[in-house]
């Protein structure tokens, strides 16, 4: 017999006698109660004692010595629990707990404790508590303690989709969200931060991924935030050194629970676009730019009700515009001397632009979405020759309205030491250069792709497009 469990036992039982009784009787009656343990101790280390199998909700939990421990764990549980601020209203199902005798013997077995017990009622299916249930479309997602728990995780939820110091004209659930009090399981009710957390992270939903030209297990779980462990976790019987073009892969995205809707009054400053104006010069050769007075960026302060899904801007209509400082144009020179040199790459003819190479990115995003268009040369639709000019334009250089012609501009860069704003060169197979985009770093370009599709920003690893070359547009 477990001498240490039956000492567990024994103190269980002098602490509820213990707990009956004055202070006064506690000291008259701890020495007698003492030896009562002592004496019970040697009768069944002496005698032996019987072992009972136990099972939960037909699963079997394990092995006791006395039977009373099951009763004596229940009572824990409910004193543990009901005995707290808020406490819970804990109902168990006797019915669904067999305790079967057994003909082993005390020293085959390790008998489970009353702390054992308690953690295995309170896992179980059978031991509930009358908490409140956050239900969507029907079903219940999580579970918390009181009403006003479910009330503060919503709003929690809520507020995390809220721009801070906005004011707020509404925001709701696109979905049927209630509360509902209901019997659940007691390992399954949260705090209130961990439920809206849990609602907030959602759940697993599949999606697929196409294998292309010049992939690796690296790049494409590089792009979409996995490891390469992960990918193969998600793809049972998957060799990675076997990709094959068109092959199609699991992956996994996170979906909330829930679709926030908000509309708010939002207010902030914004930057206004200087014009740049062009003086002549025959110091210079034609194609030339020289950036002779650099532009300064106005500002205006907007104020505008923006309606969002879950952080996602889908609308945004301007109540009012205030200018705080108009913009100054940029003057720039640009050359009208014929030259007779023709360029075939990258390192023939230097244009100077007033930015760096994040400036360039940050004005091209703006672009996003933007619908190709064979010849386009403006935001009402590129071509891809046409983004770039357009983008390096509003930074006083002047590109020819094609691709192959601007890589005869700037300085070759290797791949290797491509940074962000360098124009970056593809070809759609073994002929020249065909394509031409605006490097944004990470192994990723910024272009406007092909008749159907819009400016997009696209991975070195997943393009069809085959790499030629890059050059830097010197500063």
Known sequence: MNIKHLMH??????????????????????????????????????????????????????????????????????????????????????????????????NEITPLSVDDLEKKLISSSVCKAKGWAINVDGTNIVAVKSKEDATLVLNDVKNHYLTTGSEVISADFKETVATTQAAVKIADIMNPDDAASFILTGQEAPKVYTVQDGDTIWDIAAVNDMS?????????????????????????????????????????????????????????????????????YGSKDVKAEVTKENGVVLASTVLESTVIAEPQDQIALKGTKASSYIASRGGGRELSVNASGSDIVSYAKG????????????????DCSGFTRYVYAHFGASLPHN??????????????????????????????IGHVGIYVGGGKFIHSPQAGQSVEISSFSSTSLRYRGAVRIAE
Request: with cysteine; hydrophobic share 35%; glycine share 10%.
């Open 9 to 106: 036992h024994y103190k269980f039982l002098l602490k509820k006698r213990l707990k009956r009784i004055n202070h006064r009787q506690k000291i008259v009656l701890s020495a007698g109660v003492a030896g009562c343990i002592l004496l019970s101790t040697a009768f069944i280390m002496t005698s032996g004692a019987e072992v009972y199998r136990l099972t939960i909700a037909g699963t079997n939990a394990g092995y006791i010595t006395d039977k009373s421990m099951v009763a004596e764990a229940m009572e824990e549980i409910k004193a543990d629990d009901t005995g707290k601020e808020n406490g819970l209203d804990i109902t168990i199902d006797q019915k669904s707990i067999s305790i079967q005798r057994t003909d082993l013997k005390a």
């Open 367 to 382: 672009f996003i979405g933007v619908p190709y268009q064979y010849g386009g040369t403006s935001p009402n639709g590129f």
């Open 403 to 432: 691709s192959a012609s601007q890589y005869g501009y700037g300085t070759a860069i290797d791949k290797s030491n491509i940074s962000s704003g360098d124009l970056v060169f593809f070809s759609s197979g073994s002929r020249g």
């Open 228 to 296: 390469p462990a992960e990918l193969q976790n998600a793809n049972p019987g998957f060799d990675p050194n076997k990709l094959k073009i068109g092959q199609q892969l699991n992956l996994f995205t996170f979906k909330p629970y829930v679709t926030v809707q908000t509309k708010e009054l939002l207010a902030w400053n914004e930057k206004i676009d200087f014009n740049t104006v062009y003086e002549d010069t025959n110091t210079m050769n034609k194609g030339e730019i020289k950036v002779k007075t650099a532009g300064v």
